[in-house]
């Protein structure tokens, strides 16, 4: 920004009003008010101030917000809600008290906030795409799952089949009494699995065409389509990492850590990344470390690893591999280069 501003503004999102504390250079509260939490309402209060600090939280409406107030001119600093234990955690809690205490962060040192980034617009549009199919998986298999309890409960079972085709293969095992109160729930299915068919054909036809790294990544054997996908719009932008191994801590995917003193016990992941990618290279992990699994130097790192230990070395083998896994395609996504499943650490170093 060409201005440099000594107004920091505090803004506490509400679902319908949002809280606002504006501190000047020296710390002194100037002013309090609530506004609607609207772009009318925003613009009302942003559109013709002069340049400022603000600080919100990550939120439903921080995406649009943060884009709206950058036109407007302002700096914004958008805080992540996991490192706000002040707020969070304060006896005297009030959206007056958490809008003031976020200026007073950004104010002092805006590392405090551990800030984010939000996604572009376009990112964040296709990937409500990948989103939406999750969400319609998730709900046929809340559906599949009430057919076969309520059948079990009357003393029947219904065959082995795939979810994709439940609805149409099922039909003629339900007991007779059952029919009437079931076929709108297999009807629900059947239409459910089609509305699935169609955003697959979207993700493996359409979507890659405008992104053009989804190939570059799918040259890992076990990562496709879906994965390669929702890992480019998830991260956005590649550059935003200095190194590619800080990939797997964006995720999630580094053990947590409470060291003091002496004390250093060994702690489960910190699982505080995307929750659906995360979901993705583990299925992905589990694959390469599967039966079905081409050689390459991660399956065998991998396997290596899962020998090691007692019963939950398996577990945490598939962790691991998923977490080299997050590396190794943001290092394809930076260089697009070919991949050699075997051999292609050793090439690394030696060019």
Known sequence: MGNVSTMTIGCDLGDRRSDLCELD???????????????????????????????????????????????????????????????????????????????????????????IRHRSQKAQVDLVTVRTRAELIGTRTTLVNHVRGVVKCHGSRLPTCSA???GRKVRSFLPQDLCDALNPVLELIEQVTEQIK????KIAKELPKEYPEVDVLQQVDGVG????????LTIDDPHRFAKSRKVGAFLGLRPGRSQSGRSDPELRITKTGDKYLRTLLVNCAQYILGPFGKTSDLRTWGLHLAERGKKNARKRAVVAVARRLAVLLHRLWITGEVYQPCGYTISRRAA
């Open 225 to 232: 389509a879906l994965t390669a996908l929702t890992f480019i």
């Open 164 to 166: 994709a085709c439940f």
């Open 198 to 201: 169609v955003l697959d054909s």
């Open 25 to 115: 250079d020296r710390g002194n509260v100037l002013k309090r008010r609530k506004i609607s939490t609207t772009r009318g309402g925003f613009a009302k209060a942003f559109e013709k101030r002069s340049p400022a600090v603000v600080v919100i939280e990550a939120g439903a409406h921080s995406p649009w917000i943060s884009a709206l107030l950058k036109e407007f001119g302002h700096e914004i600093i958008v805080a992540n809600p996991r490192n706000l234990q002040l707020i969070t955690k304060n006896k005297s809690k009030s959206d007056r008290v958490d809008a003031e205490l976020l200026a007073r962060l950004g104010r002092v040192d805006p590392r405090l906030l551990s800030p």
